[in-house]
T-cell receptor
Framework: AQTVTQSQPEMSVQEAETVTLSCTYD???????LFWYKQPPSRQMILVIR??????QNATENRFSVNFQKAAKSFSLKISDSQLGDAAMYFC??????????????FGKGTHLIIQP | DSGVTQTPKHLITATGQRVTLRCSPR?????VYWYQQSLDQGLQFLIQ???????AKGNILERFSAQQFPDLHSELNLSSLELGDSALYFC????????????FGQGTRLTVV
């Protein structure tokens, strides 16, 4: 079974600064998908960014980018120019590409991101 | 707004009771997933349905069951409720067997007293 580990229960960053959230995962599969989801106080789960394991290029979405290290099984999220609205729980998630898509997401425990004004 | 609708938003019930949570997926999405989020267990995948058929099972208790109807909405049935079943229950949907992303509803907060 796959596992996802987020070793930082809480992170704090000054507004406008850059912060990196860590995520490692364990799998024996070679083809899979990785995601970062954001959960603000409204509790809505919002997809931030996704990465296909077969792609070497790191995904980028505006101020959000990832550092995907497949050999190290590491998938960190970098948030540039942090904004107050970025304050939320961030979850790293894994999904197998096997089984015709029949599988759910495996989530990490989450990192609580605090933005200091 | 993700396009996924869950009702009710909040539910308070007593131990031993049975409740039904409802989910309407995004228009056109055939896959529905159910997740449980609790303080001690985190976010856990419960079950997936695709076009009316069960496709995958996660950590779903035998007291829990789900189904997806011809109109593609889904219901999660929780029975013989225990205090430990108190959690946030999410439904998510995705197009076909899409690997790319699942869109989450706002969740149903279940409190068992």
């Amino acid at each position: 079974a796959q596992t996802v580990t987020q070793s930082q229960p809480e992170m704090s960053v000054q507004e406008a600064e850059t912060v990196t959230l860590s995520c490692t995962y364990d799998t024996s599969e070679s083809d899979y998908y990785l995601f970062w989801y954001k959960q603000p106080p409204s509790r809505q789960m919002i997809l931030v960014i996704r990465q296909e394991a077969y792609k070497q290029q790191n995904a980028t979405e505006n101020r959000f980018s990832v550092n995907f290290q497949k050999a190290a099984k590491s998938f960190s999220l970098k948030i540039s120019d942090s904004q107050l609205g970025d304050a939320a729980m961030y979850f790293c998630a894994y999904r197998s590409a096997l089984g015709g898509g029949a599988d759910g997401l495996t989530f990490g425990k989450g990192t609580h991101l605090i933005i200091q004004p | 707004d993700s396009g996924v609708t869950q009702t009710p938003k909040h539910l308070i019930t007593a131990t031993g009771q049975r409740v039904t949570l409802r989910c309407s997926p995004r228009s056109g999405d055939l896959s529905v997933y159910w997740y449980q989020q609790s303080l001690d267990q985190g976010l856990q995948f419960l079950i997936q349905y695709y076009n009316g058929e069960e496709r995958a099972k996660g950590n779903i208790l035998e007291r829990f069951s789900a189904q997806q109807f011809p109109d593609l909405h889904s219901e999660l049935n929780l029975s013989s409720l225990e205090l430990g079943d108190s959690a946030l229950y999410f439904c998510a949907s995705s197009a076909r067997d899409s690997y790319t992303e699942a869109f989450f509803g706002q969740g149903t907060r279940l409190t068992v007293v």
